[in-house]
Nanobody
Framework: VQLQASGGGLVQAGGSLRLSCAAS????????TGWFRQGPGKEREFVAA??????YYADSVKGRFTISRDNAKNTVLLQMNSLKPEDTAVYYC???????????????????WGQGTQVTVSS
């Protein structure tokens, strides 16, 4: 599986962006897919994931971000609303076929990674 992340950019606080993770491979729909981010001087952190129809979020983005899957387009989307300056980071999408639920927030358990896309939120 090859992943291609896109949709980042510069936005003012309170604004919105939609990130897209496009995948190769016809079986992508059965892969757990997650978004992670790494801010300046910070460690990579979990943002959101979708697995077997369930969605999971970090507390810091719950209620503001929505992850969804478009199986027809082999794409996972991350709609980000009410953006804050602390959301500034490089965002990465990742996928894995055999991910168990207890591992979904741990980046070490994802096998496939896309390149990052920069999100910058100005105050």
């Amino acid at each position: 599986v090859q992943l291609q992340a896109s949709g980042g950019g510069l936005v003012q606080a309170g604004g919105s962006l939609r990130l897209s993770c496009a995948a190769s491979g016809r079986t992508f729909s059965i892969y757990a897919t997650g978004w992670f981010r790494q801010g300046p001087g910070k460690e990579r952190e979990f943002v959101a994931a979708v697995r077997n129809g369930g969605t999971y979020y970090a507390d810091s983005v719950k209620g503001r971000f929505t992850i969804s899957r478009d199986n027809a387009k082999n794409t996972v989307l991350l709609q980000m609303n009410s953006l804050k300056p602390e959301d500034t980071a490089v965002y990465y999408c990742a996928a894995d076929r055999g991910l168990i639920l207890s591992s979904i927030r741990d980046s070490r358990h994802y096998t496939y990674w896309g390149q990052g896309t920069q999100v910058t939120v100005s105050s």
